[in-house]
Each structure stands twice: as structure tokens, then as C-alpha cells.
């Protein structure tokens, strides 16, 4: 069974730091998308950062485009998403998500989140 395990999470004071990481079992990096995505209270969710696997390109939403940075260990299936500068719109519970593509066969698998409580 393929499973990811997002862990990280916590309270923080606005400006602070957090590091998210999500460990994959049951399968390999090879031709994934891997993502972080966020759901506020009464807000859908939305995909804060990704990156892929093969060449590490990484795509980040505006409201954290140089305070998060996304970063793959593929040797140990773990994702981290680095969090600086927080603030309390920040505040959410944050899944990762693993794309895969074989060939026309595609796989797309969720994590449970982690909360990220930034206080002002």
C-alpha cells in the first residue's frame, strides 16, 4: 500500500519557521509530481509548492514564493517544505500529494494533514 506520512506541523509565532516533511512508502520518486497543498477554515484547498522528481524543477504559489522552499530527498521518499517568514494567513492544515505517470496510466495519492497554526 502506498501511504504518505506528513509530520512537522505545529504552533508558531508569526515570523517564524517550520518544516514539513512527508515520508512515501510504497513507492519510488521515479516520473512523480510531489506536492504540498493547504486547506484554511472555510477555504478550498489550494497547492502551495511542487516539485519533480526527474529534474527537481519546482513551482510555488504567490502568497509563499520566496519564503517556502520545497526540497526532495529521493533516496529516502521524503518531501520537506521549508517554511520561513510565517503568517497567521498561513494558518491551515497542509497535505502533501504524490502525482505518478507511467506510460497512460496515472496515479494521484494524498497524505493526512498536518496543522500549521501561525499566531500574530
Known amino acids: 500500500d502506498v501511504q504518505l506520512q506528513a509530520s512537522g506541523g505545529g504552533l508558531v509565532q508569526a515570523g517564524g519557521s517550520l518544516r514539513l516533511s512527508c515520508a512515501v512508502s510504497?513507492?519510488?520518486?521515479?516520473?512523480?509530481?510531489i506536492a504540498w497543498f493547504r486547506q484554511a477554515p472555510g477555504k478550498e484547498r489550494e497547492g502551495v509548492a511542487c516539485?519533480?522528481?526527474?529534474?527537481?524543477?519546482?513551482v510555488y504559489s504567490d502568497s509563499v514564493k520566496g519564503r517556502f522552499t520545497i526540497a526532495s530527498d529521493n533516496a529516502k521518499n521524503t518531501v520537506h517544505l521549508q517554511m520561513n517568514s510565517l503568517k497567521p494567513e498561513d494558518t491551515a492544515v497542509y497535505y502533501c500529494n504524490i502525482f505518478q505517470r507511467h506510460g497512460l496510466t496515472t496515479q494521484n495519492y494524498w497524505g493526512l494533514g498536518t496543522q500549521v497554526t501561525v499566531s500574530s
Open positions: 516539485i519533480v522528481s526527474d529534474n527537481d524543477d519546482t
Open positions: 510504497g513507492l519510488t520518486f521515479g516520473n512523480s509530481a
